[in-house]
């Protein structure tokens, strides 16, 4: 085992958990570099499991031969780094994650056509930005049968640290790229529903949505919702029938309602 104690966060090699942003860590200028943090064993090994590259350990030394001792046992020699529990839990949100946090390196992206070669019920995430939905709608398509999801880049990032949390690992159980031009799905075989409501809305149990060979559910903004262009260029439009007046529910959740009600019978 590598280990190296510390007594500083400015240890080098610590700044990808102590300082360094979300922004930093993805290095848009060189993807194929960028590294993301994932916390908690549980969740590390799920990444483990899905092939993920982990670049380095951050744990209190009680760890290594405790919560952190299978995973790394199954990270060959990386850097462990460790120091006192005082010390790390100075480091803003260390506290939440069961003392271990692993760095990992970005896979790179696949291509729509990859992602979406197998699938017959997939999620179009359009401009969703809160990390907490994103990954609540991971934890959810992994749990009720989607089989990839596509994000618009001005979607968050699953890999965002949060995200990657609240998703306990899902972001890494599902296939997912990200997508400029949806409108490119019909040319695969996919119909597309949008969910929104509009005039024209049908029932999200409509029997023709369940019975799409492929189908692409799109699942909009948590403020204004699908854009215009995006509900108008969908083969559907449907809404969950709600009761007592309420007219919309939270994006992640509206999804789980979806997922559900339009999964693949076969």
């Not at 949060?162 to 997508?179: D, E, N, Y």
């Amino acid at each position: 085992m590598n280990i190296i104690e510390i007594s500083s966060l400015n240890h080098p090699g610590v700044e990808i958990f102590s300082s360094l942003t979300e922004a930093q860590l993805r290095n848009k200028l060189n993807p194929e570099l960028g590294i993301f943090i994932v916390e908690s064993p549980k969740v590390i090994n799920v990444a483990l499991d899905a092939g993920y590259e982990p670049v380095s350990i951050l744990c209190e030394r009680r760890h290594i031969t405790g919560d952190a001792a299978d995973i790394i046992s199954r990270c060959d020699d990386i850097p462990i780094y460790t120091g006192s529990r005082e010390l790390l839990a100075s480091l803003t949100g260390y506290t939440l994650t069961r003392g271990v946090l692993c760095a990992m390196r970005r896979p790179s992206p696949k291509s729509i056509r990859e992602v979406c070669e197998r699938a017959r019920r997939i999620v179009v995430i359009d401009s969703v930005v809160d990390t907490t939905n994103i990954g609540a709608i991971f934890r959810s398509a992994a749990a009720l049968g989607i089989d990839a999801v596509l994000l618009t880049t001005t979607s968050c990032d699953p890999l965002n640290r949060r995200a990657v949390r609240v998703s306990m690992g899902s972001v890494f159980l599902v296939p997912w790229t990200w997508i400029d031009d949806i409108n490119i799905l019909k040319d695969l075989g996919f119909k597309t529903v949008a969910m929104a409501l509009t005039d024209k809305s049908i029932s999200i149990d409509n029997p023709i949505l369940s019975s799409e060979p492929r189908l692409a559910i799109i699942m909009g903004t948590e403020g204004d919702g699908l854009s215009q262009e995006a509900i108008s260029n969908a083969d559907y439009v449907a809404r969950i029938p709600m009761s007592h007046g309420v007219d919309s529910l939270n994006v992640a959740a509206a999804a789980s309602v979806a997922f559900w009600q339009l999964r693949s019978r076969v």
